[in-house]
Nanobody, 113 residues
Framework: VQLQASGGGLVQPGGSLRLSCAAS????????MGWYRQAPGKPPLLVAF???????YYVDSVKGRFTISRDNAKNTVYLQLNSLRPEDTAVYYC????????WGQGTQVTVSS
């Protein structure tokens, strides 16, 4: 499996989700890993990334609400989504940062009351 995200779902505003993305070892070990999201009719946009050394970055719209982490032993990157808003609704993907691999399976996050 190259890149496979999971953990999405339907949640009310203010709710939480935890997304997981399993990556092939050859991708995970050698790259900064990022989470991206794609709204209908738009390209995937970066949400956050994490280096193997622990450095992280978040776009302004998710700072303080989302937390990215990675388990280097499991080749898995996570995204904890808290205080969700309707505008967070999108399909979420992981990829290297910058993205350079084929987009794998995403996971739908829908925030709605």
């Amino acid at each position: 499996v190259q890149l496979q995200a999971s953990g999405g779902g339907l949640v009310q505003p203010g709710g939480s989700l935890r997304l997981s993305c399993a990556a092939s070892g050859s991708i995970f070990r050698t790259n900064v890993m990022g989470w991206y999201r794609q709204a209908p009719g738009k390209p995937p946009l970066l949400v956050a990334f994490a280096s193997s050394g622990g450095g992280t970055y978040y776009v302004d719209s998710v700072k303080g609400r989302f937390t990215i982490s990675r388990d280097n032993a499991k080749n898995t990157v996570y995204l904890q989504l808290n205080s969700l808003r309707p505008e967070d609704t999108a399909v979420y993907y992981c990829n290297a940062y910058p993205s350079k691999y084929a987009w794998g399976q995403g996971t739908q996050v829908t925030v709605s009351s």
